[in-house]
């Protein structure tokens, strides 16, 4: 499995933007696809960003598309996601996740998680 650490969260108002950042170490961070979650109060588990392992393909949850943007940079082992225009609804828990090759969008796919980091969107 890779490790993974989460930063960059943090509280911003809506309308702003910010940039988490995912940190991978342990092993070959090119052969991973990498996706953010998020996770509110009282809510499940949700799929936010999706990239492959090349960085050539990207999907998104229809919540976000035009908002966000997942990136991963194999040379720093670390993979981004920008959020910008952020909403209220955006608040949440979001967390980092790795699997070998390709992008899926369950909870289960995923192996490798972070801890975590907190954004929270105010008005």
């Known amino acids: 499995q890779v490790q993974l650490v989460e930063s960059g969260g943090g509280l911003v108002q809506a309308g702003g933007s910010l940039r988490l950042s995912c940190a991978a170490s342990g092993r070959t961070f090119i052969n991973y696809a990498m996706a953010w979650f998020r996770q509110a109060p009282g809510k499940e588990r949700e799929f936010v960003a999706g990239i492959d392992w090349s960085g050539g393909s990207t999907s998104y949850a229809d919540s976000v598309k035009g908002r966000f943007t997942i990136s991963k940079d194999n040379a720093k082992n670390t993979a981004y996601l920008q959020m910008d225009s952020l909403k209220l609804e955006d608040t949440a828990v979001y967390y980092c996740?790795?699997?070998?090759?390709?992008?899926?969008?369950?909870?289960?796919?995923?192996?490798?998680w972070g801890q975590g980091t907190q954004v929270t969107v105010s008005s």
């Open positions: 996740a790795a699997r070998e090759w390709s992008i899926l969008t369950m909870v289960g796919h995923f192996g490798s």
